[in-house]
């Protein structure tokens, strides 16, 4: 068969592969006769394999480099050569591999070997390619040491990790010319090579540096962890053995743990400081929605794991199966941990290598959009994944990437409290002296140089957290007033701090509980100081994600422009979507922490503890509501009385909370009050049952046989509004019975504790004329014939009272026997002296020049409004309670005034939002503070629209003149005809 024909066949057979297996195909194109011909001329056509793998590429490599003529010839032999034997490798790896999954039930069994087997074939076919490249590029007469080695994993394709290690400065330019061309033709027609190693360490343009150069560097600090882990996994590839075990023995070892070497810990300490913050930064990483990331998602974490536990147990072995079989062995209390780690590491391993092969060379795998799935389909297929019922390849392809992917966060993490607890046995931190001699702060933050770099301070924490107060007073001295001329501790600090956003804030939280607030807050504004990047905005992300309680004191403890500047500092563009989510959860918690009340940060700061879930689903409403409704079902599941009630009051915090999170997100003040309602309502009835079962349970004799209780709501809550002063209570006992009565008095005394721990407290309206909770239904009629009470402000309680609890026998009756011969059989008497009231109240404000705007009392303002709209219901005898649905009502009964009451309708829920608003974020008082407006304008801006003091303030006072106008027309054209027609 001729070589244009085997080499047809050759492009068909590499059809699956990825588009970047068109550069080999093109080299062997251009380069494939010129080869053939150097083999015939030589007789070799049996020696040298161009269609089948070869046993020894180093062999057939060295007599290609021999029989070229010419380096340009040599070179096109040697590329071709490797491009033909480096499809084969793929192409025969992909066919034993279908082969081997049809066979065998273990996949996972198949996919170590294939990932074994491959990388063995891929380091000897580099190794042979740029041993001959070096030949041919060292000069003869040149005497360089030196030792080429792989740094990174050996089945990665898109280049090849390197690192270079020679003797010295003789000879090295030599050695760096050579380096720099193998590295331009393995691009060109092989694989490119990466020199991690030698960007840190060489101080010049070479390739490589010898072990003093590694020793200089390394000795003062511990620079990159990753440039370690890279020597930890270091192979020789070629060159010299002796330099080899030199560099293996002089640099690496020290990383190793010895015991009886304490001098030589604090290398093994800040490597162990580098992996364990490296692999809880990725541990505790969301995945993310719309791709996959084998790399990010498990084998960082997996690979660090294994390299932390490699230096503690004293380990040579490079490859990550073989590590996890020695550590079977060295390790056997967590062999089972390893078990599931090393199928973890197998699959994403698996899935990683065959996605670069058959799709692309990308680390990021998305996997939404059709074509994405697609060429997920063509992964799952060489992986043996086929149809199971309605599963399709690809859906069990991706659920079993994240089952493993899932396994290596597990067990990374169950791994890393042994990691810890080593690392705090060894820390150089807990060694120092705890007296409080001078230089004390200076010891610590020179001892932290070392490690500067690494993220993991955690020891750190607990250190200062048990030491004595002397010592701590003299640390907070020290970093107040430093040391003369040396730069400010406090600066140093900070700067420390930068690598570790935990040790920083969890610091300043430590300075503001043991009484050292004001250097707290100068050491964040010091850190606010700082550039804040996009990188630095999701390592904060990162610690609020899983430290959401450190962050929430952290963000307490601030002062109000600290939280408004790490809100502005936050404010970035950012595009990963995991790490927008978390920022924008951190901001709305920081904002509704400088746009509320002590008394809403209060709460706050309960919900918080209780829980925290709250801070997870912060921006989203739908799903807080559904957490509420479910804390709501809990409550009737626990039987215990007392953890009934306490399980009921965070239920009432929780959805407090919840309404002002929507309050002061621009949610209409429609839903707001349903919203609020709602939880009020659920909550006065949960707790008047708890309560019941409690009191029965006491005495079931005293229990009546049917209720005779009505517990009615007025004020403010019983017309349906939100953020009310107080729980406005009616509480009527349908029975003479002292007995009774002293039966439902026993439970109103144990819901009035409860409701007054909820914050907001109780208010017995009709207590002041009977001296108890409850009232008779004879002795409200009594009081009412009798004119005992403050008639207007009596009948307009009654008047807007919404049943809550009790059933629709006592709703009718206290309908029929209060409500209407009370109040709407004397409508007109009530409707003067509500007109009175409203007339002499405008009056005051008239002539006492009240300049203070109260958006309750002032003219035009809340008040006013509410007025009308009982003097409308009972003018028309109407009962509805709801201030909100009963302007509808009022434009139906009234069409000639519908326009009216549309208008007055937006004015009335444009004041009972500012109402809201600066009842939640500056004072319950109805009285504007103009100081606080600017507040109040910044959160009713949208993107849209930004609001102004000035603007607002004009809005409001505009508002209250149209307020003014409508009630004088209404008053004059509807209610004073009503009253003068009835004499």
């Given at each position: ?26 080299t ?10 150097r ?101 003869p007469?040149a ?5 080429v ?51 840190h ?18 000795q ?5 962890f ?21 560099f293996?023995k ?17 290398f ?67 062999r ?51 149809q ?8 069990r ?15 990374t ?39 500067r ?81 996009a ?149 006065l ?98 009081l009412?014939?009798?004119?005992q ?32 011969p ?162």
């Open positions: 068969m001729s070589y244009t024909e085997q080499l047809h066949r050759l492009k068909i057979r590499c059809l699956p592969l990825g588009n970047q297996h068109r550069k080999y195909l093109y062997i194109s251009e380069h494939l006769e010129g080869l053939a011909r083999i015939e001329k030589h007789g070799a056509m049996e020696r040298i394999h161009l269609w089948y793998g070869a046993p020894s590429y180093d062999e057939e490599m060295a007599r290609l480099s021999r029989w070229g003529e010419t380096e340009e010839e040599k070179l096109a032999d040697l590329g071709c050569y490797f491009a033909l034997q480096f499809l084969h490798l793929k192409l025969t790896a992909l066919d034993s591999l279908a082969v081997n999954l049809l066979k065998s039930r273990d996949h996972q069994q198949e996919y170590k070997q294939f990932m074994l087997w491959i990388g063995h074939g891929f380091r000897r076919i580099t190794a042979a390619y740029m041993r001959e490249l070096l030949k041919i590029f060292l000069p007469e005497a360089v040491e030196f030792v080695m792989g740094v990174g994993t050996r089945s990665d394709q898109d280049d090849i990790d390197l690192g270079v290690v020679d003797r010295g400065y003789e000879g090295r330019d030599v050695l760096t010319t050579a380096i720099a061309r193998m590295n331009a033709e393995m691009l060109k027609k092989a694989i490119g090579t990466h020199y991690h190693l030698s960007e360490v060489c101080s010049d343009d070479s390739y490589a540096a010898s072990i003093e150069d590694y020793q200089e560097l390394l003062s600090e511990i620079h990159d990753v440039i370690i882990n890279e020597m930890l996994g270091a192979a020789r590839i070629l060159g010299s053995r002796r330099l080899f075990f030199d293996r002089q640099v690496t070892l020290r990383y190793y743990f010895n015991r009886h070497q304490p001098e030589q810990w604090k093994h300490e800040g490597y162990l400081r580098g992996i364990v913050g490296e692999v809880r930064s990725f541990a505790l990483r969301d995945f993310a929605a719309a791709s996959l990331n084998p790399k990010v998602d498990g084998l960082r974490m997996i690979k660090a794991s294994l390299y932390a536990a490699k230096t503690m147990f004293n380990l040579r072995q490079v490859n990550a199966w073989a590590l996890l079989e020695a550590l079977q062995y060295r390790d056997p209390g967590r089972a941990a390893y078990v599931r780690l090393e199928s973890a590491l197998t699959f994403l391993e698996m899935f990683r290598y065959l996605y670069q092969l058959l799709v692309a060379e990308e680390e990021e795998i998305f996997c939404e959009d059709a074509s994405a799935r697609e060429q997920l389909s063509v992964v799952a297929e060489a992986m043996g994944f086929r199971n019922g309605a599963a399709k390849p690809v859906d392809l991706v659920a079993d990437y994240f089952r493993h992917a899932r396994t290596a966060k597990e067990v993490l169950s791994l890393l409290p042994d990691v810890v607890g080593h690392l705090s046995s060894i820390s150089s931190f807990t060694r120092l002296p705890v007296a409080p001699a001078p230089g004390l702060s200076d010891r610590l933050l020179n001892t932290a140089q070392f490690f770099g690494t993220r993991f301070w955690d020891d750190v924490m607990i250190f200062l957290r048990q030491a004595p107060p002397e010592y701590f007073s003299q640390l907070v001295e020290e970093i107040k007033h430093g040391h003369g001329d040396r730069p400010s501790p406090l600066v140093r600090w900070v700067d420390w701090g930068q690598n570790s956003y935990f040790l920083l804030f969890a610091f300043i939280n430590l300075l503001f509980e043991r009484g050292e607030g004001q250097l707290g807050e100068a050491m964040f504004r010091e850190f606010l100081q700082r550039e804040i990047t990188d630095q905005v999701r390592r904060i992300s990162v610690v609020f994600n899983h430290y959401p309680k450190m962050m929430v004191d952290l963000i307490e403890n601030l002062s109000e422009q600290s939280r408004r500047g790490f809100y502005e500092r936050l404010q970035i563009e950012v595009w990963d979507r995991r790490l927008f989510n978390d920022r924008d959860r951190l901001c709305s918690l920081i904002k509704l922490q400088f746009t509320t009340s002590r008394f809403v940060r209060r709460i706050l700061t309960k919900v918080v503890a209780c829980h925290p879930q709250f801070i997870d689903l912060i921006n989203q409403p739908d799903a807080l509501a559904a957490f509420g409704r479910g804390l709501c079902s809990q409550v009737d599941q626990v039987l215990n009385y007392r953890e009934r009630r306490r399980k009921l009051a965070e239920y009432h915090d929780f959805e407090f909370l919840r309404v002002c999170r929507l309050a002061l997100t621009n949610t209409s003040n429609s839903r707001v009050a349903e919203e609020y309602i709602g939880f009020s309502d659920a909550y009835q949960q707790l008047f049952h708890i309560c019941s079962l409690e009191v029965d349970a006491k005495d079931p004799a005293r229990k009546p046989d049917r209720s005779l209780i009505s517990i009615l709501v007025t004020g403010g809550y019983g017309h349906c509004l939100a953020f009310d002063d107080d729980y406005d209570l009616i509480i009527l006992v349908d029975s003479e019975s002292a007995e009774i009565k002293a039966y439902y008095e026993a439970i109103l005394t144990r819901m009035h504790t409860e409701i007054a721990r909820s914050g907001i407290l109780p208010h017995y309206r009709l207590a002041e004329y009977t001296g108890s909770f409850a009232c008779t239904i004879r002795e409200l009629k009594t009412l014939q009798n004119q009470m403050d008639t207007f402000v009596d009948q307009s309680q009654l008047l807007g009272a919404r049943m809550v609890v009790g059933s629709d026998r006592l709703r009718d009756g206290f309908y029929e026997f209060i409500v209407r009370h109040i709407f059989g004397q409508k007109h008497d009530y409707s003067r002296a509500m007109l009175e009231e409203i007339r002499h109240r405008h009056q005051v404000y008239a002539t006492e020049k009240i300049n203070a705007i109260s958006l309750k009392e002032s003219p035009g303002g809340l008040r006013d409004i509410e007025m009308m709209l009982d003097i409308f219901r009972a003018q028309f005898e109407v009962a509805q309670q709801s201030n909100y649905a009963i302007f509808h009502t009022f434009q139906t009964i009234l069409p000639e005034y519908a326009n009216q009451m549309i208008v007055l309708a937006r004015q009335y829920d444009f004041l009972r939002t500012m109402r809201n608003l600066h009842r939640l974020a500056i004072a319950a008082d109805d009285r504007l503070n103009i100081e606080y407006l600017d507040l109040l304008a910044e959160i009713v801006s949208t993107s849209g629209q930004t609001e102004t003091k000035a603007g607002l303030l004009e809005k409001i006072n505009s508002s209250m003149a149209i307020v003014k106008s409508i009630q004088q027309e209404l008053i004059e054209e509807v209610v004073l005809p009503r009253l003068e027609e009835k004499g």
